[in-house]
T-cell receptor
Framework: KQEVTQIPAALSVPEGENLVLNCSFTDSAIYNLQWFRQDPGKGLTSLLLIQSSQREQTSGRLNASLDKSSGRSTLYIAASQPGDSATYLCAVIKTSGSRLTFGEGTQLTVNP | GAVVSQHPSWVICKSGTSVKIECRSLDFQATTMFWYRQFPKQSLMLMATSNEGSKATYEQGVEKDKFLINHASLTLSTLTVTSAHPEDSSFYIC?????????????FGSGTRLTVV
């Protein structure tokens, strides 16, 4: 059974700091991995999707890496802003069309 | 990009009544949709997977007669909470897998806050 773990559970940083969120998964046989953001009381917004054949994806200040063999992914946020405050969730997909397996999320607070 | 519209965003209903939540894919065909429930400060819990034109597959412990799912078209899935009770109060979120999953992966609706009084 696939298990996804996110560390840390919560993180508080001053504005402008670069930060890394970690995600690990127990079964390396994944189809792809997706990072999401969730604001309080809202749905999930997709940030980055990394296919199993890829090692990283970038969008603006965000960079996500994937190391399948070690079962790890990181989300790097550069020059953090208060608007980045949210819960960040990573999820893995075992096969095309199958369910997402979520981590418990990292609650990020960026202080002005 | 792929957009999923979920309505209503919030609803308050009386105990014993039924509530329907809609999930629509606006610019793509969703062959598979997922329904999640989320409790405060917890991650998402998958309730059921629905495929267009066939019966939904429910997760263990989810009552299929209480949470009715209909996926009648490639752009619409509905979740009906029947005979709602206060313990059904929660945040419900739908998700759809795009047919271009390699580009968009899974897209989520904005969620529905259900309060049963």
């Amino acid at each position: 059974k696939q298990e996804v773990t996110q560390i840390p559970a919560a993180l508080s940083v001053p504005e402008g700091e670069n930060l890394v969120l970690n995600c690990s998964f127990t079964d390396s046989a994944i189809y792809n991995l997706q990072w999401f953001r969730q604001d309080p009381g809202k749905g999930l917004t997709s940030l980055l999707l990394i296919q199993s054949s890829q090692r990283e994806q970038t969008s603006g200040r965000l960079n996500a890496s994937l190391d399948k063999s070690s079962g790890r992914s990181t989300l790097y946020i550069a020059a953090s802003q208060p608007g980045d405050s949210a819960t960040y969730l990573c999820a893995v997909i075992k096969t095309s069309g199958s369910r997402l397996t979520f981590g418990e999320g990292t609650q990020l607070t960026v202080n002005p | 990009g792929a957009v999923v519209s979920q309505h209503p965003s919030w609803v308050i209903c009386k105990s014993g009544t039924s509530v329907k939540i809609e999930c629509r894919s606006l610019d793509f065909q969703a062959t598979t949709m997922f329904w999640y429930r989320q409790f405060p400060k917890q991650s998402l819990m998958l309730m059921a997977t629905s495929n267009e034109g066939s019966k939904a597959t429910y997760e263990q412990g989810v009552e299929k007669d209480k949470f009715l799912i209909n996926h009648a078209s490639l752009t619409l899935s509905t979740l009906t909470v029947t005979s709602a009770h206060p313990e059904d109060s929660s945040f419900y979120i739908c998700s759809a897998r795009t047919t271009e999953a390699n580009n968009y992966g899974y897209t989520f609706g904005s969620g529905t806050r259900l309060t049963v009084v």
